[in-house]
T-cell receptor, first 113, second 112 residues
Framework: DAKTTQPPSMDCAEGRAANLPCNHS???????VYWYRQIHSQGPQYIIH???NNETNEMASLIITEDRKSSTLILPHATLRDTAVYYC??????????????FGQGTTLQVKP | NAGVTQTPKFQVLKTGQSMTLQCAQD?????MSWYRQDPGMGLRLIHY???????DQGEVPNGYNVSRSTTEDFPLRLLSAAPSQTSVYFC???????????FGSGTRLTVV
């Protein structure tokens, strides 16, 4: 599975949009981009995933560039409860590695009042 | 649905003792995984399974055994606990398609 690169930390003002970038320049055609977050001491929580189209759900939006080499997770109105470590993960499906979900270091998002 | 249930939530072991961390899911998920997370660190994959009777090693499998005799359960066994295995252990499951994984609340293990 392709590796990802994320900034180690970011700040965001409460009520503003949080835009978390992720680079995955070696992504291949059958690999999806997944986002998870981990709030302090809790188990990780799935947020959203996409292949090549932009995706939106009740938690966030995922914007994937046309060449698929990078993506951005958008939390439209960040709250203090969104303070967490956010992980961008590339995962291939339909391969021998389908069952493996490998976490990197993630981005620590601090939402400030 | 209870989701992914991990037991126990806390455990203290002496070096050399053995124990089994339990993980059960009631979502009929095919894929299950075990992770460990050391203080201030990211999650590392220990073992995973893509269905009953099928298991494979992750990033840090040494010192741990797993089996998957049913779809619902995926126990993690420590045969001879070492202080280096002090960590928080998370179990996760997924339907096996492109859906995301659901994680349990973790087991906090201390080996003294």
């Amino acid at each position: 599975d392709a590796k990802t690169t994320q900034p180690p930390s970011m700040d965001c003002a409460e009520g503003r949009a949080a835009n978390l970038p992720c680079n995955h320049s070696t992504i291949s055609g059958n690999e999806y981009v997944y986002w998870y977050r981990q709030i302090h001491s809790q188990g990780p929580q799935y947020i959203i995933h996409g292949l090549k189209n932009n995706e939106t759900n009740e938690m966030a939006s995922l914007i994937i560039t046309e060449d698929r080499k990078s993506s951005t997770l958008i939390l439209p109105h960040a709250t203090l409860r969104d303070t967490a470590v956010y992980y961008c993960i590339v995962r291939g499906l339909g391969s021998s590695n389908t069952g493996k979900l490998i976490f990197g270091q993630g981005t620590t998002l601090q939402v400030k009042p | 649905n209870a989701g992914v249930t991990q037991t126990p939530k806390f455990q203290v072991l002496k070096t050399g003792q053995s124990m089994t961390l339990q993980c059960a899911q009631d979502m009929n998920h095919e894929y299950m995984s075990w992770y460990r997370q050391d203080p201030g660190m990211g999650l590392r994959l220990i073992h995973y399974s893509v269905g009953a009777g099928i298991t494979d090693q992750g990033e840090v499998p040494n010192g741990y055994n797993v089996s998957r005799s049913t779809t619902e359960d995926f126990p993690l066994r420590l045969l001879s606990a070492a202080p280096s295995q002090t960590s928080v252990y998370f179990c996760a499951s997924s339907s096996g398609t492109k859906d995301g994984y659901t994680f349990g609340s973790g087991t906090r293990l201390t080996v003294v």
